[in-house]
């Protein structure tokens, strides 16, 4: 039985994935915070990679939270620290995994308005988020590894029964199921640079009149199985892979279909004043659903993968049935 090393395994999309892969009869061994396998015991990480197949990481504290100074940081670091550690091992095994899957974020990409990403053209964007996937993905193709081919997972937004969609969904359930406008407001310096070479200015945030049609890139978790599965098997394929629908939509279309899904005839919009506050309660950012995140799978097109759910309000209603 070949065996698959999975990182961050007892997270939304981890489970889903450890559940895919040992439906392809892969043995999983789970390293974690909670798992056997800690971070904290090099040798045994080391043990688990050496003659593995399969290494697909998708660790990392969650960015739903405020970005403090201390959040920041653990935010980066999980990531950077985490990718370094299996690197390391992968480095020194005898017996080293052909394929390395590791994850990183759309939000790599710029705000876009104009044109969408795709791996062969899109432009970097600048401040906390973009730099945190910088150097997530420089920790991830730092030094040779010739015998393991290297895949970064630039995921966008995911649907399926997890946290972003139940929370949206929730929203609509209560007329608060909207456009969410972007506008003004005070300056702070959460969303500043980090890093070695911090990108983007000192004090935000960023502006943008995008009405309620900023772009929103996603995947269903389905296709993030899919599309694992998919690149295990195509050995052409290494470097950054976008894993978001051929189907992007936008902010306002986004609302009405979860407000079709959920029956509610209206939704208030809210703006970023209302958002703000709202934001801060909650303990989250308002950059995650104000960003115009605007990417398309272009590698995965190129190979020939089929997405199972590439229209959005296919997604939904199908979420909405296993619901």
């Known amino acids: 039985m070949p065996r698959a090393v999975v990182a961050g395994a007892s997270g939304f999309i981890g ?7 040992v439906e392809d009869g892969f043995e999983v061994v789970r390293i974690g915070r909670r798992e056997a396998i800690t971070w904290s015991d090099p040798t045994l990480i080391a043990a688990a990679v050496d003659g593995a197949a399969v290494v697909v990481n998708l660790a990392g504290k969650s960015v739903n939270c405020r970005y403090t100074d201390r959040n920041r940081a653990k935010i980066l670091r999980s990531r950077v620290e985490i990718t370094a550690a299996l690197r390391r091992a992968i480095a020194g095994a005898e017996n080293p995994p052909r394929v390395w899957l590791n994850a990183s974020t759309a939000t790599i990409y710029a705000h876009a308005m104009d044109r969408p990403h795709t791996e062969a053209d899109g432009r970097i964007g600048e401040g906390f988020s973009v730099d945190v996937a910088r150097n997530w993905e420089r920790e991830f193709f730092e030094g040779e590894l010739p015998r393991t081919r290297r895949v970064a997972l630039r995921m966008a937004i995911v649907l399926g029964d997890g946290p972003a969609t139940n929370l949206l969904l929730t929203l609509a359930r209560w007329g608060l199921g909207g456009a969410q406008h972007d506008g003004p407001w005070f300056p702070h310096r959460r969303y500043r640079g980090i890093g070695a070479d911090p990108s983007g200015p000192e ?8 009405k309620g049609r900023q772009k929103f890139s996603w995947i269903h978790l389905d296709d993030v199985c899919g ?13 950054p892979v976008n894993l978001s629908s051929p189907q992007p939509s936008d902010n306002a279309r986004l609302m009405l279909t979860l407000r079709r899904a ?10 970023r004043w209302m958002l703000e506050p709202a934001a801060w309660a909650l303990r989250t950012e308002p950059e995650l659903i104000l960003k115009s995140r605007w990417v398309l799978p272009g590698v995965l097109l190129n190979a020939g993968y089929t997405f199972s759910h590439a229209d959005l309000v296919d997604a939904v209603l199908a979420q909405k049935t296993r619901g």
């Open 15 to 21: 489970a889903a994935v450890c559940a895919t892969l």
């Open 262 to 271: 959920v029956g509610v005839p209206f939704g208030l919009p809210s703006y």
């Open 227 to 239: 599309a694992i599965r998919f690149l295990l098997e195509r050995d052409d394929i290494h470097g």
């Open 203 to 210: 004090i935000g945030p960023p502006t943008y009149r995008t």
